[in-house]
Structure formats: C-alpha cells, structure tokens
C-alpha cells in the first residue's frame, strides 16, 4: 500500500459502507485490521472490524465471503506484532512484516489446514489452529 492509495482505504469508509470493493484487497484488509488496532483495544477492534466487514459483505450481496477465523487470526497477530516491534506508524510495520503480505504461501497456512478454513464452522466462529508449528 503506498502513501497515495492509504487514505482512500479508512475505517470511516468501510464502516459507512462506501469502500470501493475495487480497493479493498489482501493489503487493504491488513492495513484497516492495523488502523482498528491503532484506535481500540484488542477486542474492541476485532469486534468493530468484524461487524463492519460482515455489513460489507451483505452489502455487497456476498455475506458468506466473510470468515471468522482469518478475521481473528490476522488481528491477533498484527497486535502481537505491533506490540513486540513498537513500530508506530504503517510503513514501518509493512516494511517490517512482510510475511503478512504474502498470499501464497500465505501465513495462515503454516497454522490452519486448508480443510478447517474451508469448514462453515471456521467461517462463522474463530477456531484455534490445528497444525502444530514446532
């Protein structure tokens, strides 16, 4: 995401429902997830974040495109992040979590089988990870 396209991409627009789904790509949702987190608590972000995308995905006529688990996931490690790093502003943490980035391999595959993420289950409720890392 760079410094030009960031501010088309905000909180306010996902919320009010007028993010352009042109816009809201894998780094669009990593930087918003980091821009909740930059504003509440760890719980109230996931809980904020989480509505906001569910009401954008019935929005836009896709409710079941919403998951859980990757929600939860990528929150839970972008503020374990935040706080083990301290980087205190986006690019500096974008620069410095690149793996976050990736699609493929992506990271949430090193935790969860492709199975259990497929799973309606996982979709609806955040479920720990079943492959040990070791």
Known sequence: MNAVAAPDVTIARLE???LSPQRFDHEA???LAWCYLEEWPVLDAIHRFSVALQRLTAKLGVPGKYHATMTWFFMLLIAERRARTGDSDWFSFRRDNSDLFC????I???YYSSELLASDYARQSFVLPDRLLG
């Open 29 to 31: 949702h990593v930087y």
């Open 103 to 106: 699609r493929q391999p992506g």
């Open 16 to 18: 009010d429902g007028t």
């Open 108 to 110: 949430i595959g090193r």
